[in-house]
């Protein structure tokens, strides 16, 4: 899918209008990007096509596909400038939930819903997944179809393969839209999406699309593009299946926890059955016991100061589409929105802003000089660096929430 090994791990960066473009791309913790050209032209990515055309025909690609495609293709520096603009672009989780979970966007999913109830219904029918969930999952990725992208797919993917941070990544995307066009799914000049590539309703990459997309009205095309949903939303609804969504059991649950509770065991790397949960004194924000269940974890997206969650296997199969914390967050919040639950109830740390690119190296720099492995200085945010902030927190006898807020940051310096 569209998230595949790119998401982000940055627990409060996240985007604004086009949730996938601009958190796709972000790589993993230790992921090495390679430099990028600087000297990107419209002439360049001309013999860039000449010289992939091989590589492409050998892979299969029939010379009239490649040839009609790449005919109307084009160098798209606004596509590289925004590749490379986007890591230092974060925003808190609050901010971004703000904007994910707005009134506006949880009435227009309740419409969403009620204009393709029988639609929905038999697409839950089919593949087990609730269609709150694959309607929120709309929501975010193309404002339920209202914002599909308008990028064309083949020139964002050839210009962000031609620039090379990525070369291999986007090639292998690159060869799986022509297959696309070859197999007639979508015309070319209505293979559109986002910058990044992401295409159609759900903003599935080529790669999800061969995996993962279905037929659903039967008309021999899957079809994530056009105005009609059907495909695209059991395609979304095929993907979360096949990654093992379990029907009936929630994403995850906004939790109080005790006095004394061990901050230590605040991260999803540590499970537990419900059951245990239950005998530590976790209770639901909206009272009485926790409900049985499988092994769970509790995830602090902003410290031990903002909301707590009670997180399920289901959290893990949405990560699938996108590994930030956030935008998980918003896909269930939205969903249960949806079917008519609260909103999150603790307060979120408003006072503190997201650090930038440059104050998260700082702080990852800072880190490794008292010992710590963050996984590299590079600005990225991921497990090691959260655990590294833990380390350091529990060293000065602070709460180890793993939270990167300005007051850590300062209290490094
Ligand atoms: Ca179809």
Do not use: C
């Not at 603009?85 to 989780?93: A, D, G, W, Y």
């Not at 087990?128 to 969930?133: A, P, S």
């Not at 998980?328 to 006072?351: K, M, Y």
């Amino acid at each position: 899918m569209r998230a595949l090994a790119l998401g982000l791990f940055l627990a409060f960066a996240a985007p604004v209008a086009a949730p996938v473009a601009a958190q796709t791309l972000e790589d993993p913790e230790g992921t090495i990007l390679g430099q990028g050209r600087e000297d990107g032209s419209e002439s360049g990515f001309r013999d860039w096509v000449i010289a992939f055309r091989a590589k492409a025909l050998d892979q299969g690609i029939p010379a009239a596909t490649y040839d009609g495609a790449m005919r109307g293709a084009h160098y798209l520096p606004d596509v590289v400038a925004r590749d490379r603009r986007q890591s230092e672009f974060t925003k808190t989780i609050w901010d971004y939930l703000d904007v994910a979970v707005s009134d506006d966007r949880v009435a227009l999913g309740r419409k969403a819903l009620a204009k393709n109830a029988d639609l929905l219904d038999r697409i839950e029918a089919q593949y087990g997944v609730e269609k709150e969930i694959v309607v929120a999952i709309w929501g975010l990725e193309s404002a339920y179809g209202t914002w599909r992208g308008d990028t064309p797919t083949v020139s964002a993917l050839a210009t962000l393969a031609y620039d090379g941070r990525r070369a291999a990544f986007f090639e292998g995307q690159l060869l799986q839209a022509l297959q696309i066009l070859d197999a007639a799914h979508v015309a070319p000049e209505a293979m559109l999406g986002s910058w990044a590539g992401a295409m159609g309703h759900t903003q599935f990459m080529p790669s999800s699309w061969a995996d993962y997309a279905v037929d659903f009205d039967g008309d021999g095309r899957r079809d994530i593009w056009g105005d009609d949903p059907a495909d695209a939303l059991a395609s979304t609804a095929n993907y979360l299946a096949k990654w093992g969504w379990q029907k009936g059991l929630p994403w995850g649950l906004e939790v109080r926890l005790p006095e004394g509770f061990d901050y230590d065991q605040t991260t999803e790397r540590v499970k537990k059955p419900v059951a245990s949960w239950r005998d530590l004194g976790v209770r639901p924000m909206a009272g009485g016991a926790l409900p049985d269940g499988p092994e769970a974890s509790i995830l602090l997206p902003a410290g031990h100061t903002g909301p707590a969650f009670l997180i399920f296997p289901n959290f893990q199969v949405i990560e699938h589409y996108n590994l930030a914390d956030a935008y998980v967050i918003a896909v269930g919040h939205l969903a249960d929105r949806l079917q008519g639950g609260a909103p999150i109830a603790a307060p979120w740390p408003r006072h503190w802003r997201a650090l930038t690119a440059e104050e998260r190296r700082e702080l990852q720099a800072l880190l490794v000089a008292l010992g710590h492995d963050t996984g590299g200085v590079d600005g990225r945010i991921g497990p090691k660096t959260i655990a590294a902030v833990k380390a350091w927190q529990k060293a000065q006898g602070l709460v180890p929430d793993g939270y990167p807020s300005p007051d850590v940051l300062q209290a490094l310096r």
